[in-house]
Nanobody, 119 residues
Framework: QVQLVESGGGLVQPGGSLRLSCAASGSILSINAMGWYRQAPGKERELVAVILSSGTLNYADSVKGRFTISRDNAKNTVYLQMSSLKPEDTAVYYC?????????????WGQGTQVTVSS
């Protein structure tokens, strides 16, 4: 089992920055992808950024050039550096670790951390 604990959310003014952290406990040797999703009120959860076990990075178009995902293997931690934040970035951000199984996927989720961008 993998457990994920997020931190780093909060209130920030437009144009500001925040860094989210997601620390994993348990064995992550079988994890194929680590990512961040977000869910705004009344909207579906959407992928923000993902880093694959190969090192490949993918971002949602809405955050390209502003957000950076990274990982520290020694600390079993994945980060999301968010810059030039906009009010539309306001959401609950969830960390996700994913295993690709022979038959399907197994997802692990953090508890979520609120990010509010407002003046």
């Amino acid at each position: 089992q993998v457990q994920l604990v997020e931190s780093g959310g909060g209130l920030v003014q437009p144009g500001g920055s925040l860094r989210l952290s997601c620390a994993a406990s348990g064995s992550i040797l079988s994890i194929n992808a680590m990512g961040w999703y977000r869910q705004a009120p009344g909207k579906e959860r959407e992928l923000v950024a993902v880093i694959l076990s190969s090192g490949t990075l993918n971002y949602a178009d809405s955050v390209k050039g502003r957000f950076t995902i990274s990982r520290d293997n020694a600390k079993n931690t994945v980060y999301l550096q968010m810059s030039s934040l906009k009010p539309e970035d306001t959401a609950v951000y969830y960390c996700n670790f994913r295993e690709v199984l022979i038959r399907g996927l197994r997802d692990y989720w953090g508890q979520g951390t609120q990010v509010t961008v407002s003046s």
